[in-house]
Structures are given as C-alpha cells and as structure tokens.
C-alpha cells in the first residue's frame, strides 16, 4: 500500500464526509455500519473537527511529513492523545506528521502503514465523531499500534435522545437499557425515531420496519427487539395517559381500550355542552339580568332619594351617556320594586359606578362586570 | 424467530381493533381544542392526544364548578321562589 493513497483518503476534506451524517442526525436517522473492529465504544458527542495525532515520537516513527501541514486545531480529542504521547511534547510536535480526520464509515478502523523499518502504525479513525478508546500497542520490535474504534457516533445521537427522553421526564429503565445497548452495539441503526419522535399508532410500527430494512440482515434480530422495547415503552406510555383518563371519567370502569375512548369521547362531548350551556341557561341569564336591573333600581332609587343630588330628577338620562332604553325599562319595573327599594336603601355596593360614563351602556357594563367576576354582590331586595 | 411470529400473529389478530383506536384517538383529538388546529393532525401521537384529553376534562372539570358555584350563589342570593322556579328548570 503506497503511502500517498493512504494521504488521498486521510486528508479527505472534513465536510464533505460528516455531511451525510450531519444530514442524518437532524433526521433522528441512524448511520450506517461501522466495519467491525470495534470495542467498547465510548458515547460522546465531540466536535467535528478533531485533530489526531500520531504516535509518540518517543517511539520514533519515522514517517514523511504529511503534504498538507495540519492546521493547529487543539480539540479534545487531542487532549485525550497527549498523555499517550512522548515526555517530550517539543520532539513530537516536530514530529506530527499527519493529521487524520477520518469518516468512520469509510474508514477501515485499522490502517497498516508501512513506513521505515519495522514501523507500521495504524492511524486512528474516525475519532473526530465518536471519540473513542485508543489502544496502543508496543510490540517489542518497534512496531507501533494506535487503533482506534469509532463506534461512538451513533451513540451520540442516541445519547442525546435519551437525554432528551431523561428532560421530559420520561425515564424509565427500557429506555437507559435500550441506549446502553446501543452504545455497546456498533451498528444502531433503527428506532431512535421511536424515542423522542411521537408517531401514530401504526405509524411508528411502519417507520421501525423501514429502519430495520434498511439495515443489515445480521443485525435485524437486535433491531427487531430494539424496536420491541420501543414499541413496548410506548404502549406503556399510552396505558399510563389511559389510566390517567379513567379516573378524570366518573364511573368508568371499561377495561378496554376502545370502550375507554369511546367513553372519553363521550364525556368530552357532555363537558363541552355543559360549559357552553350553562352561561347560556335562558334562567340563568336572566337572573343576572334581573339582579343587575335591582342593583340599577335601587341605585337610580339611592340617587332619587337625595343622595346623588347632583344627577338631578330620577330616571331622566344624566349627563352621562346614559341611553334611555334602560331607565325606561327600570321605570316599568319601578312601581313594583319601589317598596323594597326603599328599605333596602343602603347603599348598595358599586363599585363599578365611577366609571359609568365611560360607558355606553351601564346595564351591559355591569352586566360584564359580573360576567367577569364571579361575585355578585348581594342584592338584598326581593321583588 | 418464534418470538417474533407470535408477535406478528398477536398484531395482525388485534389488527381491527387498532384501527378502531386508532380512529376513536381521532375523534378525541377533534374535540381537542390544543390539537385542533395542528399543522398535521395526522402526526400527533396517541398518547399526546391522551395527554391533551386529560388535561383538557380538567379544564373543564373546573370551569363547571365555577359556573356551577356562580349558580348557586345566585340562587342563594335570589327570592327562593324564584330560586326555586329556576332549580326546577335546571333539573329539567
């Protein structure tokens, strides 16, 4: 294997390799297969671009100086490297000889490459997304190992699902068993739309099936539980929501999914008719109409009584925009209220009237006013 | 491979009555007024649409008492003949 292939794919451009992925990640879709070298993936969720280095130069690789000179980006992943790296940092920094960012779908986790001598070293891969567990192997001849796994990229997505999940509260065992799985699993592939993405009831069984389709057949059976635990973790979420339902609907003790709904659907129904009619109760509006109109009686009999002097003769429109309709309606009324408005002639509580010129029409002002509050004041006449 | 064709044979058994559910969450869902004017209906989940029901019969649930004590202190307040004409056309 010439060493300038190896340049041609190790200095692939960064973008142009995380775009599917990036691509895929928004759409909650899993990527595809990693080759499996594998090891126990470590789900982290690191920036793209990370740099790796090369074996210490205490162990003297000796290899060409990459083409490109690697763009000084310290990430974590170079942290992670640096204390695997020599004692001294100064030799070895003149030493980097390549920078390797590397897709891991198209990146074979361990590269030969054979460079002077006995060395052959294998270039880390794909730790720019996954971030991984990096071993290094001395052997005795000088041969030099950096493997690395990179199986943590559909970790990350994953991961971040289920935190997602643990934000909404909703965490429950399935759902950590199912991600600790899929850490451990190179290939992830199906279902994480199950976790956060709320689908229909069939829905979400088709979209699984298309994921697991689209995997491969080696792995259907892990997707197909994978997909079990979802789907069994969202039934139980919905048999929770459905028990919460039966105790807001009084004797309702269908056991039956469709008895329930049907049942719910009904009570929805009555509830609904029930807010929309009693406001609208033909008794119940006019008894607050005929409570407002006592409560204008006995205000327009407080003011004829001398304590309004400044209004002038009773049920004659104010200065105020006082239409007429209402006093003349009042004063209909009037002849047979008059007695006990009189004795009830304490002033009656209203504190709306200050503001009653303001209004066009005090019957419909109050009449809002106590729509809007619940309290009416006592009306201590009686007709 | 047993486990699963016992799976497939369980839904395709209680396939009819899935899609019973499935339309009666629909029409539960059209009665909600939350999910009523979602962009697509078709996408809301069952157990949101479970969700938003519960939420929503509390709602209710309290707007009736409200209005229900609204009525009683008005039939307190008001002649119990009167009181009463309107009771019986309350129960009615």
Redesign the interface.
């Given at each position: 294997m010439a060493e300038d292939e190896m340049a041609t794919w190790l200095h692939y451009p960064l973008e142009d390799l995380y775009s599917d992925l990036l691509g895929d990640n928004n759409n909650q879709t899993t990527p595809t297969q990693l080759p499996a070298v594998a090891a126990t993936s470590v789900v982290r969720q690191q920036p793209q671009e990370a740099e790796q280095i090369w074996p210490p130069a205490a162990i003297a690789v000796v290899v060409k100086p990459p083409p490109v000179p690697p763009p000084p980006k310290p990430t974590k992943n170079f942290q992670m490297f640096s204390r695997m790296r020599g004692k001294d940092p100064e030799a070895s920094s003149s030493l980097r000889p390549e920078l390797t960012v590397v897709d891991s779908n198209t990146t074979p986790a361990l590269v030969t490459m054979k460079s002077l001598g006995e060395v052959s070293s294998a270039f880390p891969s794909g730790g720019g997304i996954g971030g991984s567990d990096f071993v290094l192997d001395r052997k005795e001849s000088g041969e030099v190992t950096v493997s690395s796994s990179s199986g943590g990229y559909s970790g990350g997505p994953s991961k971040a699902a289920a935190e997602d999940a643990r934000d909404k509260g909703i965490k429950n065992e399935a759902e950590d068993r199912k991600r600790k799985r899929r850490e451990n699993d190179v290939s992830l592939t199906p279902s994480t739309t199950a976790i956060d993405q709320d689908v229909e009831l069939e829905g979400d069984d088709d979209d699984d099936k298309k994921h697991s389709r689209g995997s491969h057949g080696s792995k259907r059976s892990r997707a197909a539980e994978v997909h079990n635990l979802s789907e069994r973790r969202r039934r139980d979420r919905i048999n929770e929501k459905m028990k919460a339902l039966q105790e807001l609907i009084p004797r309702c003790n269908k056991s039956d999914k469709a008895s329930m709904l049907d049942e719910a659907i009904e009570y929805l129904k009555s509830l609904q008719m029930q807010v929309q009619v009693l406001p609208s109760i033909p008794p119940f509006d006019t008894l607050i109409l005929v409570s407002v109109k006592l409560k204008l009686i006995n205000f327009y009999q407080m003011m004829s009584m001398g304590s309004g002097p400044q209004f002038g003769p009773r049920f004659t429109v104010p200065p105020i925009h006082m239409p007429s309709s209402p006093a003349s309606n009042f004063s209909v009324n009037q002849t047979s209220i008059q007695a006990d408005s009189v004795r009830s002639s304490v002033p009656v509580q209203s504190p709306g009237l200050p503001q009653l010129p303001n209004v066009a029409d005090p019957l419909n002002y109050v009449f809002l006013d106590m729509n809007k509050s619940v309290k009416i004041p006592a009306v201590s006449s009686t007709v | 491979m047993s486990s699963?064709r016992s799976?497939s044979r369980q839904?395709g058994g209680s396939r009819i009555?899935?899609d019973?559910?499935?339309d009666?969450?629909s029409?539960?869902q059209q009665?909600l007024p939350e999910l009523h004017n979602t962009r697509r209906p078709?996408?809301?989940?069952?157990?949101?649409v479970?969700?938003e029901?519960?939420n929503?019969?509390?709602t209710?649930?309290r707007?009736?008492d409200?209005?229900?004590?609204?009525?009683s202190?008005?039939?307190e307040?008001?002649?119990t003949t009167?009181a009463a004409?309107?009771r019986s056309?309350?129960m009615q």
């Open positions: - | 699963r799976r839904t009555t899935d019973q559910i499935q009666l969450v029409k539960l009665l078709d996408k809301v989940s069952a157990s949101r479970l969700q029901t519960c929503y019969i509390k209710l649930h707007e009736v409200g209005l229900s004590e609204r009525l202190q008005l039939l307040t008001t002649d009167q004409l309107i056309l309350l």
